[in-house]
């Protein structure tokens, strides 16, 4: 662990489904002992809620911490709901305050998600947008739903990975792209260990100044 800290310090992690998000910012929360957020968890809930028959705007606004350990929220058909929920305008301001203020928690705070460093957090100490090509990410969350025993077909996971990156990309209220300010890191041809050194080394870069 790299020195504690007491100041609010927010790293934004953006990227498409399957990028390697989720392992780098755990990783990079446990190094620099920071809060972890996993923005798309709340999406998924209020997609996994809807799914239900419950409003997605009311589902947003009511969402509670139970919400959010269904066991049902890895699933394919969660992910489609949650990318489809993400597009309503009510369900991501009802989502905004609660992010900004997990960002701004002493210790620092790492948010991973689609919009955080252009609308959740635009002034984030640091930004990284971690990418890899579609096959490489579908061939990963493959591997991760066989695992888990999902019997699901590499063409069906690679058709929902582009069908999500296509929602996620082109909807009008916050779409997924780059920060001007962000650092990209293309984890298409990195091993996970080396793709989490890079990105700690971008953070102590910054922290040192
Ligand atoms: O990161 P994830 O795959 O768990 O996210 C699920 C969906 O939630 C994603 O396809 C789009 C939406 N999402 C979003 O719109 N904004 C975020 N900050 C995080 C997720």
């Known amino acids: ?83 489809k929920v993400a597009v309503i305008a009510q369900v991501r301001a009802a989502l905004i305050d609660f992010q900004r203020a997990f960002a701004r928690r002493s210790g620092g705070a790492v948010l991973d998600g689609r919009d955080i460093g252009t609308v959740i957090c635009p002034q984030a100490e640091v930004k990284l947008y971690v990418t890899a090509s579609a096959e490489v990410r579908a061939q990963r969350r493959f591997l991760e739903l066989h695992d888990k025993g999902l019997d699901v077909s590499r063409r069906q996971v690679l058709e929902d990975v582009k069908a999500r990156d296509d929602r996620d990309m082109n909807r009008v ?37």
Request: net charge negative; glycine share 10%; no cysteine.
């Open 173 to 209: 209220e916050a779409p997924l792209r780059p920060a001007e300010d962000a650092v990209l890191l293309d984890t298409s041809e990195l091993d996970i260990n080396t793709a989490v050194a890079r990105a700690i080394a971008v953070v102590e870069n910054i922290r040192q100044g």
């Open 1 to 83: 662990m790299a020195g504690v800290m007491t100041e609010p310090f927010t790293i934004a992690v953006d990227g498409p489904a399957a990028a390697g998000k989720g392992t780098i910012s755990k990783a990079l929360a446990a190094q620099f002992d920071m809060g972890h957020l996993d923005t798309g968890l709340l999406y998924r809930a209020v997609g996994a809620l809807t799914l239900a028959g419950v409003d997605p705007i009311e589902a947003a606004r009511g969402l509670t911490a139970k919400d959010l350990e269904r066991g049902d929220l890895r699933t394919p058909n969660v992910a489609q709901a949650a990318s």
